[in-house]
């Protein structure tokens, strides 16, 4: 059985940043991170690769995240810089087979850690 939990989450100034981690158990997946805000849909923010390490990002986060694995620990990192108020939202790390940017490829899913971002 696969878990996902992630850590990192917390309260920041705009323009801050923030580094969230997700340890995952049971195997190694095409792994991503998405958010949702009060009212609003889950969204995708980032992916990454099991083997080679390609990533994809949401235009609104390009340039200012990046996200990184490490397979020998099983993690996957999420590191948020220049951190807009509209940034703020439950952050949640998946594990998917296929990859792709829509939520519905993703099988496994960790529980959320909250982001604020404070103006």
């Known amino acids: 059985q696969v878990q996902l939990v992630e850590s990192g989450g917390g309260l920041v100034e705009a323009g801050g940043s923030l580094r969230l981690s997700c340890a995952a158990s049971?195997?190694?997946?095409?792994m991503g991170w998405f958010r949702q805000a009060p009212g609003k849909d889950r969204e995708f923010v980032a992916a990454i690769t099991p083997s080679y390490g390609n990533t994809r990002y949401a235009d609104s986060v390009k340039g200012r995240f990046t996200i990184s694995r490490d397979n020998a620990k099983n993690t996957v990192s999420l590191e948020m810089n220049s951190l807009k108020v509209e940034d703020t939202a439950i952050y949640y790390c998946?594990?998917?087979?296929?990859?792709?940017?829509?939520?519905?490829?993703?099988?496994?899913w960790g529980q959320g850690t909250q982001v604020t971002v404070s103006s």
């Open positions: 998946a594990a998917g087979f296929v990859p792709g940017t829509d939520s519905r490829r993703f099988s496994y």
């Open positions: 049971g195997g190694i997946y095409y």
